[in-house]
Every structure is written in structure tokens, then in C-alpha cells.
């Protein structure tokens, strides 16, 4: 059964830099697009970043741009979110998502593109 765990959340003081990691078990991230989706209390899950399988292609939300890197590690078969600059808003639990069907040139972070889910990590921001 295919899984993925997420890692690297904590406690960081705002303008301050965390890198999360997310590892599969029983699946071959690098064929699939991998997404980042994020939750806040009381509110809805949203779509972060992604990067797509076949040539690596990434996507943001606006409010990250610039200052959250999405890349894959092919050696470790391991997808990282490298968040810097982070904000009190960025605070959430983080997760990431595995595509449904093998990856393309694209992708896109769309929940009902995933099917795949970690149990997330928590971020915390300090103003």
C-alpha cells in the first residue's frame, strides 16, 4: 500500500526558514507529480506548490512565490518544500500529496488531482 510521510515542521520565529520532506513507501514519487497543500485552523485546505514528474515543472500559490522552493532529490526518491521568509499566515499543517495516475509535462494543485496523502506536519510561525 502506497504511502507518504511528511517531516521537517516546527517552530520557527517569523522571517525564519524550515524544510519539509516527503518520502514514500511502497511508491515511486518520481513518476508522479508530487503536490504541497497546507491547512489552517478553520479553514480550508489549499493548494501550495507542486512539481510535476516528467520534467520537473513547478507551480506556487501566489502568496509563496518567491520565497518557497519545491525540488526533488532522485537519489533519495524524496520531494522537499524549502519554505523561507515564512510568515505567521504560513502557519498550518503541511502535507503532500501523490498524483492519481503517473505524472506529466504539468501539474496542479488541485486536491481531486491526488489521491495520495500524508498525515501532515505542523508548522509553526512566531510573530
Known amino acids: 500500500q502506497a504511502q507518504v510521510v511528511e517531516s521537517g515542521g516546527g517552530l520557527v520565529q517569523s522571517g525564519g526558514s524550515l524544510k519539509l520532506s516527503c518520502t514514500g513507501f511502497g511508491v515511486t514519487l518520481d513518476y508522479y507529480d508530487i503536490g504541497w497543500f497546507r491547512q489552517a485552523p478553520g479553514k480550508e485546505r489549499e493548494g501550495v506548490s507542486c512539481?510535476?514528474?516528467?520534467?520537473?515543472?513547478?507551480f506556487y500559490e501566489d502568496s509563496v512565490k518567491g520565497r518557497f522552493n519545491i525540488a526533488r532529490d532522485y537519489t533519495k526518491g524524496t520531494v522537499y518544500l524549502q519554505m523561507n521568509n515564512l510568515r505567521p499566515e504560513d502557519a498550518a499543517v503541511y502535507y503532500c500529496a501523490v498524483s492519481k495516475t503517473v505524472g506529466g509535462r504539468y501539474c496542479a494543485i488541485v486536491e481531486s488531482e491526488y489521491d495520495t496523502w500524508g498525515q501532515g506536519t505542523q508548522v509553526t510561525v512566531s510573530s
Open positions: 512539481i510535476s514528474a516528467a520534467e520537473g515543472n513547478t
